[in-house]
């Protein structure tokens, strides 16, 4: 599925094929909820939650893990949105409301709402969503962790964007009621066999959706590995972060 501003990658062979391995992480209640699996469609999956992101950079480093997605914005704007969230709200539709603007770079370390608010006001005349404000903590913490070029194997994923390229067309129902919670899962199921095993179960301090979220991320780790993926954005923060969102 195509959309403005959308372009696809198809690059021969896999990034890191000697490591075949991924991950895909959503933010939960307490930490970071990490999907790993192969890069090979139908390899098994493996669910944990982390508390610090160190713990996956530091499998990266050490070639346990090839590539890792990871559903929270990487490279902020100074001012204004993001061409990527702009494109990712065209490409879910009726989803869109799921896809907010990224907070800028000068909302890091607001101590509260208003703090951040302010900041942005002053900066844009804009404020920013109370949704936007429950990640800022995680985009942080992010931020500290990345660089240019560990952008090569840690990418950016929406999962609204990951399964509307997994299906071809939007959810039709939003992810927390029963009827989305099965879409998704018939979706995931034609990607990774043993879901239903995973989603059955309980990972404490994250909800059922989080997990749901965290495979269709690693889908598109996966994609990513494989040089496959949809590309929406790819313009460059002022630390020369790409602001990029990978499905």
Do not use: N
Request: net charge positive.
């Amino acid at each position: 599925m195509r959309g403005a501003g959308i372009t696809v990658a198809a690059e021969p062979g896999v990034r890191g094929a000697a490591v075949p391995k991924v991950a895909g992480l959503d933010g939960c209640r307490r930490g970071w909820v990490v999907v790993t699996t192969g890069a090979a469609l139908g390899a098994p999956c493996a669910v944990r939650r982390i508390t610090d992101l160190g713990e996956v950079m530091g499998e990266l480093e050490s070639g346990d893990l090839a590539t890792v997605g990871v559903d929270i914005p990487i490279g902020l704007p100074d001012v204004g949105p993001r061409r990527c969230d702009v494109e990712a709200r065209i490409m879910v539709g009726p989803r869109r409301a799921s896809v907010f603007p990224a907070p800028l770079r000068a909302m890091l370390g607001a101590a509260t709402y208003e703090e951040a608010a302010g900041r942005g006001v002053a900066l844009s005349g804009k404020s920013l969503s109370r949704q936007a404000y429950g990640i800022l903590s995680k985009v942080g913490e992010m931020d500290r962790v990345m660089t240019p070029d560990r952008q090569d194997r840690v990418v950016e994923v929406h999962p609204e964007v990951s399964f509307t390229a997994m299906t071809g067309r939007p959810m039709a129902y939003a992810k927390r009621c029963p009827a989305g919670r099965a879409e998704r899962l018939a979706a995931l199921r034609a990607v990774f066999p043993d879901v239903d095993g995973h989603a059955d179960g309980r990972v404490r301090g994250a909800s059922p959706d989080d997990v749901l979220d965290a495979f269709a991320v690693a889908w598109s780790a996966r994609r990513w590995l494989a040089g496959e993926h949809l590309r929406l954005g790819g313009d460059c923060d002022r630390r020369g972060l790409r602001m990029e969102i990978i499905a």
